[in-house]
């Protein structure tokens, strides 16, 4: 058995992923309660005694929410950067009882018998991060919470078969909407969130430079400046004026804001 992968939730409402193998499992961030993530690895037939780490993308909201009591409760550790950590002690009630574990980036650490690499995205945050994991052959990483892409994502999306990529937002949408202007221009902005555009042109440079067979799940889609149907469509049209088209080598599929995904296996 390869990598398996999925997601529990994503949005700006909250966002959490379980990538596991036969005999490890962690979850990449915990921006849902406790209650919703036990609830979510339950309908999966799991629990968090199943659960060996959380690792954690940023201190936002929708990525940590769940941390103080999962860590409480369950004993988990938490990994992160030192960044990461600094900015989050102030935002758990209980950081003194959190188990944090540390990471560089660039620097591949393992836990159980996954092999992680952190590599740097564009947002602002103290030192956002995506990641990159390993377990034998199978690769899959994922790339949310970043204004652009950066010269480490595109070399992580290169380097894995399944990529949960961001599709935040569609710009005319977002521009016309009643998001306050600051709010617009920090979204729209290098470290702010990725477009539906921008995740399409990322998509035709990690096919060029990289021919493969490769799975795309469109993330974190923003419940006001998006739509499924809107982001997909989107991103195939930048296929097609580039002469990809989806199939046995190429597919992509959307994550849902507020329920599980279905299981991938890489």
């Known amino acids: 058995m390869g990598l398996k992968f999925c997601s529990l939730s994503s949005g700006s409402s909250g966002n959490c992923y379980l990538i596991g193998s036969e005999n490890t499992n962690i979850l990449v961030d915990a921006g849902i309660s406790a209650k919703k993530t036990e609830e979510a690895l339950s309908s999966l037939g799991l629990s968090f005694a199943d659960i060996s780490a959380v690792l954690v993308s940023h201190?936002?909201?929708?990525?940590?929410?769940?941390?103080?009591?999962?860590?409480?409760?369950?004993?988990?550790?938490?990994?992160?950067?030192?960044?990461?950590?600094?900015?989050?002690?102030p935002l758990c009630k209980n950081s003194d009882l959190i188990d944090f574990r540390n990471f560089s980036q660039g620097l591949p650490f393992c836990i159980g018998d996954i092999t992680i690499e952190a590599f740097n995205v564009s947002h602002d945050a103290a030192e956002t991060v995506g990641f990159l994991v390993k377990h034998g052959n199978s690769s899959l990483c994922t790339a949310t919470d970043t204004g652009c892409v950066t010269p480490e994502i595109h070399r992580a999306l290169c380097e894995s078969d399944l990529?949960?990529?961001?599709?935040?937002?569609?710009?005319?949408?977002?521009?016309?909407?009643?998001?306050?202007?600051?709010?617009?221009?920090r979204i729209l902005g290098s470290q702010g969130h990725l477009s539906n555009e921008a995740a399409g042109e990322e998509i035709v440079k990690t096919m060029v430079d990289s021919p493969r067979k490769r799975r795309f799940l469109l993330a974190h889609l923003s419940k006001e400046n998006n739509f499924p149907e809107m982001a997909y469509q989107t991103i195939v049209n930048v296929l097609e004026r580039n002469s990809l088209f989806l199939g046995s080598t190429l597919k992509i599929e959307l994550l849902n804001r507020d329920k599980p995904s279905k299981i991938y296996t890489v």
């Open 59 to 89: 201190e936002h909201s929708d990525h940590i929410k769940g941390i103080d009591t999962i860590s409480k409760k369950y004993g988990l550790p938490i990994y992160s950067n030192s960044g990461t950590r600094e900015a989050m002690i």
């Open 163 to 185: 990529v949960v990529l961001e599709a935040n937002h569609d710009e005319n949408v977002l521009k016309m909407g009643n998001y306050p202007w600051f709010l617009k221009q």
